[in-house]
């Protein structure tokens, strides 16, 4: 059983930047894969970033790719997005995301933070 806590979102310039967090908790959260989605209202769910669960191997999606890092540590349980030159279209309810269990089990989800990009 793992819990995901998603926190650091905001109201945010332009050009600005943010930090999120997840926070997990659970046995086996130390070796969960850990991805980022984000969805806007009105539209599908979309991945954003990914790190397994020792932290050296990393994903993008191609429209955060440069202006985002992934990152996690280990011993604070944590889940990292800087997300550095933030546009508009970045505006959208980010969740944090973890694999079941067991195969083909249900996937873990937190709660959401909102992230608003003003131009």
């Known amino acids: 059983q793992v819990r995901l806590v998603e926190s650091g979102g905001g109201l945010v310039q332009s050009g600005g930047s943010l930090r999120l967090s997840c926070a997990g908790s659970g046995r086996t959260f130390h070796s969960k894969n850990i991805k980022w989605f984000r969805q806007a209202p009105g539209k599908e769910r979309l991945f954003v970033a990914y790190i397994n669960w020792n932290g050296g191997s990393k994903s993008y999606d191609d429209s955060v790719k440069d202006r985002f890092l992934i990152s996690r540590d280990t011993g604070a349980n944590t889940v990292y997005l800087q997300m550095d030159n933030l546009k508009p279209e970045d505006t959208a309810v980010y969740y944090c995301?973890?694999?079941?269990?067991?195969?083909?089990?249900?996937?873990?989800w937190g709660q959401g933070t909102q992230v608003t990009v003003f131009s």
């Open positions: 995301n973890a694999p079941g269990d067991t195969p083909g089990g249900t996937e873990y």
